[in-house]
């Protein structure tokens, strides 16, 4: 049922807001620490906690928007306002979107809700991935918006329950509900490809991502992105994604190569090698470019938490911006 008392909390900034709740329990170091990353940080999501704040901004965004816009005030009720809880939302969203008249609604909500309720690294990973959008993409401007619009989002969710289908043997089913990802958000993941938390698939318009692929935790990948095979190779093909990668827009990564934690793939390009981690690949055929210049590991921003795009140009080409 709709919640008709008031947003305790303030809804304007509620990201910064509730970083300063957590940093005021946090040591001086901790804080120093905190204070060298470029994008927001997070508490971690697995907390039920973590999940209810991000829920309460939802339904605080979408009322202030049904009041604003009442052209939306019936979708808001029926997509986020009516329900108790960011599962059943998601699962009401996510099969409103996908349905189709010989995949019903009803049997597609009841399919997502079983797999959330059940994998509770399911619901830690959809507030990672909301947190994600919300923090690196300055498009995104509340959490409600990337939960409804936001259709890499939405087709990342959707995979994370192919996968749980797949790994059920339940394989036909996992293969049309990727067919309906594919044909609604213009994203191809292969129901057996493993997809990490806090993943951002930035516009997402083209992403193809093959069987055998891995894909670790806090990546960002921007449109057109492939992670495929060479055509030629069977078994394990796909390339491996550590933790942190920014894959650019275009980018092609193909085969059974391994792209180390916070390594950088430059737009358009087309990597055929491995990528050690922290280094930037660049050009087709991609080419190594090594890490920044004068800057220390421990010192460098993760690349798919920073969004930095640009960093290695001045080590890669003469070009002047």
């Not at 909301?130 to 990337?146: I, M, Y």
């Not at 044909?183 to 930035?202: E, M, N, R």
């Not at 275009?250 to 085969?255: K, W």
């Not at 930037?280 to 920073?306: C, F, Y």
């Amino acid at each position: 049922m709709m919640d008709g008392t008031p947003e305790k909390q303030a809804f304007q900034n509620p990201v910064q807001q509730r970083l300063g709740e957590r940093h005021s329990k946090l040591d001086s170091r901790s804080i120093r620490k905190r204070k060298k990353k470029v994008a927001p940080a997070f508490p971690p999501p697995e907390s039920e906690d973590e999940e209810s704040w991000v829920w309460s901004q939802i339904k605080a965004e979408a009322r202030r928007d049904a009041d604003a816009e009442p052209a939306l005030a019936s979708f808001l009720y029926a997509t986020v306002l009516s329900h108790p809880s960011l599962p059943r939302s998601l699962s009401f969203h996510l099969a409103n979107k996908l349905c189709s008249s010989t995949l019903l609604s009803t049997l597609l909500y009841d399919l997502f809700l079983a797999s959330f309720t059940a994998h509770p690294s399911l619901r830690a990973a959809v507030v990672a991935d909301l947190l994600a959008a919300r923090s690196r993409d300055p498009a995104c401007v509340g959490f409600s918006q990337c939960l409804l619009n936001f259709k890499g989002f939405l087709a990342i969710q959707a995979h994370r329950v192919s996968h749980v289908l797949w790994a059920q043997q339940r394989r036909p089913l996992a293969l049309a509900l990727q067919s309906r990802v594919a044909d609604v958000f213009a994203v191809d993941i292969h129901p057996a490809a493993s997809i990490g938390k806090g993943i951002l698939l930035d516009h997402a318009t083209g992403v193809v991502i093959g069987e055998t692929a891995v894909v670790g935790d806090s990546v960002s990948i921007l449109h057109h992105v492939t992670l495929g095979g060479t055509g030629k190779a069977v078994g394990d093909r796909h390339p491996k994604i550590g933790d942190g990668v920014l894959i650019g827009a275009g980018a092609t990564i193909l085969g059974n190569v391994k792209i180390g934690a916070g390594a950088k793939i430059g737009a358009g390009s087309v990597v055929l090698i491995d990528v050690p981690a922290r280094n930037t690949a660049v050009g087709n055929p991609a080419r190594l470019i090594g890490r920044r210049r004068g800057e220390a590991e421990r010192d460098e921003d993760m690349p798919g938490e920073s969004m930095d795009h640009t960093s290695f140009i001045g080590q890669w080409s003469d070009y002047i911006i």
